[in-house]
């Protein structure tokens, strides 16, 4: 079998499947099955040795709060932002991951210049979302489309989301934005390479976003398809922690600046980070409870 | 038809004037209905909002709409559950007035969703800790509230209706109106306390802000239900004059009221020039479109409107009075709205990422022509409602033997 006809064979399954996706969604948000993978044998023969990359160590350690239930989760980012060096490829790995379309981004990197030659600097501080303990966001939505998940992760359900806005206007850190039903293709397709670049927008546009474990296609028209019309927000990848997998921007960070992990397991990176005497919490003023914090 | 001699400069004859309303109008329904239609099949992404500033001119009208439907409702219900028999002539078409302006707003507010056809589960998944679902939940029982209210108004009023019937009618009429009036008092307000309650939004989060926005409702409501009488009240005589001496009075205090809250709103945060809301109160007063404030608020809305309401009891002066107060609030609307929104709530974030095709990562706003298009539809559909029900319901205003009877 080619690969078209594996497509649009498994294009006629899905659909058929379409309805019954749709009903496991909101499952899949509330309670993600806990022991799906249980027995994945990710890393089985690393064994756990000083000096190891953090990535390794990290990875060891979602495994292990993977096979807790939910509720005893509780995950958590550390940026340091002195090993940041700005290249953008969390933003990049997160974009390709999510198949963001123009106008919504998880992650950010705020890129400052300050000081005036010869004492300049840059600053760079990725911001994805803080997944606030007490996340200003969920309390304003009308149709509790919004909520904190067990796991500390605040989800939207791209299912309920009448596309409001007021989640987006009641973020601090301005970390969610909204899906206009733009394609990369619209204006993409100047110069030379034109063509060539129209393929690929398209192409893109047509690969679906996993988020939450479920297939989206996006869509424009009368009823848009969501994620059209929805706010969305970074997930900490709560679909690839399903399959024991780093949030993609862990995996992608050149300078292994960003950490995550269960912070209610006292021995993990990101637990012993988080009380370091340089770990700050953006706008602590405000009472959010950030479970993103930075090194500085 | 005393006021055209009065008020138009006799170029055009009656009918001439009729017809370019048409005109205006047949254009103003064109333009918007185009609007609507692109709306309909491509969404949002004409619009000029954007995902830093996500709430634009659709909403700000729909606060406008919204606070000259309750303003236009309070005086109306306050004529009488307080019986203030000059003013009671007014009561159907203020009513009249609060519900097209109500559905206007309700209307953008409508097309502002990313998606309409889940609005109802504001209804069946309610968030009791959500301002937006409890403004919601309020102009749905308001909006039934009003409609119930003219239901019986001219049922009251039908020929042959016997006195026992007409009497009980008036009794729940004064029933609903007594209920109407907190009800409309906490919908004004809890559209300002939608925006207030937010934390994370500095220009927004005031204890005035909601107070601000009552007033601002009883204001313009006030504006266009005078400018409403002066224009169409079919009577010109010594009842009607009363009537808009009383109206441009109670207009007066308003205009007053809201400018020493305005003052106090403005002020206090940013009185010693230090701080994110002085800079706020900068950029309006001062930034790029310092003429909304100045020009079209201050001048023709607030300085222009106290002249002529100082000055002169005339009526007609009167009305225009209060068409400039109700027409230029929209500039008091969208200046509590935008300047909410255009600043970075962490410095640096309008240049972390941007979006080269639907510049919807920046932090500047203007109205696009699009969201022009469907603000004007939106007019061209509430006058049309207007017309609609003053033509079927001939009684909205009353026989000219009925408003003489007032004020003896």
Known sequence: MDRRSFLKISGLIGGTLGAADLLTIGDALANPAADRNASLPVLDRVKAEPGEDVLIRMQRELVRAMNKPLEKRRWGMVIDTRKCVGCHSCNVGCIMENKLPPGVVYRPVIDTEVGSYPNVGRRFLPRPCMQCDNPPCVPVCPVKATWKRLDGVVVIDYNVCIGCRYCITACPYQARTFDFGENWDNNAAHGNDGGLALQTCRKYEQEPSFEYGAIWHRGEGVIPKSPVGNARKCTFCVHRLEHRQLPMCVTTCLGRATLFGDLNDPTTLVSQQTVQNNAVSLKPELGTEPKTRYLL | ?408
């Open chain 2, 1 to 408: 038809m005393a006021v055209s001699s009065v008020s138009s400069i006799d170029i055009a004859s009656p009918a001439n004037r009729a017809r370019l309303l048409w005109a205006l109008w047949i254009l103003a329904a064109i333009i918007g209905g185009l609007g609507f239609i692109e709306r309909l099949f491509y969404g949002e992404q004409a619009a000029d909002f954007s995902s830093y500033i996500p709430w634009g001119l659709w909403v700000a009208a729909y606060i406008y709409f919204s606070g000259l439907s309750a303003g236009a409702f309070l005086i109306a219900a306050a004529a009488y559950v307080f019986r203030i028999r000059v003013l009671e002539p007014i009561f159907r078409p203020a009513l009249l007035l609060a519900a097209v302006t109500l559905l206007m707003g309700l209307l953008l507010i409508g097309v502002d969703l990313g998606h309409l056809e889940r609005a109802y589960l504001v209804i069946f998944r309610p968030q009791f800790h959500s301002m937006m679902a409890w403004m919601v939940w309020l102009y749905t029982a308001y909006l039934i509230l009003v409609v119930a209210m003219l239901w019986l108004s001219f049922r009251s009023d039908q020929p042959g209706r016997e006195s026992e019937a007409v009497s009980n009618d008036q009794a729940r009429l004064r029933l609903l109106a007594i209920i109407g009036v907190p009800l409309a008092i906490a919908f004004a307000g809890g559209v300002g306390a939608l925006f207030a309650t937010l934390a994370a939004r500095e220009f927004w989060n005031s204890s005035l802000f909601p107070i601000f926005f009552l007033v601002g409702a009883l204001t313009s409501g006030t504006g266009l239900v005078t400018a409403v009488v002066g224009w169409l009240w079919p009577s010109r005589d010594a009842g009607w004059k009363d009537l808009m001496t009383l109206l441009g009075r109670l207009l007066l205090v308003f205009i007053v009221i809201d400018l020493i809250l305005e003052w106090a709103e403005f002020s206090t945060p940013s009185w010693y020039q230090i701080g994110s809301f002085y800079e706020l109160t900068h950029y309006v007063l001062f930034g790029p479109y310092w003429y909304v404030f100045w020009l079209v608020h201050l001048l023709l809305g607030v300085i222009v409107p106290i002249v002529l309401l100082v000055k002169t009891r005339n009526p007609v002066v009167t009305g225009v009075a209060g068409a400039l107060v109700a027409i230029t609030f929209f500039a008091v609307r969208l200046n509590l709205v935008i300047p909410g929104l255009i600043t970075p709530e962490l410095r640096g974030l309008e240049r972390a990422y941007s979006d080269p095709i639907g510049n919807r990562l920046t932090f500047a706003y203007f109205p696009s022509w699009f969201e022009w298009q469907v603000l004007l539809g939106a007019i061209a559909f509430g006058v049309a409602l207007w017309y609609v029900a003053i033509r079927l319901l001939p009684q909205v205003f009353p026989s000219p033997a009925r408003s003489s009877e007032v004020g003896q």
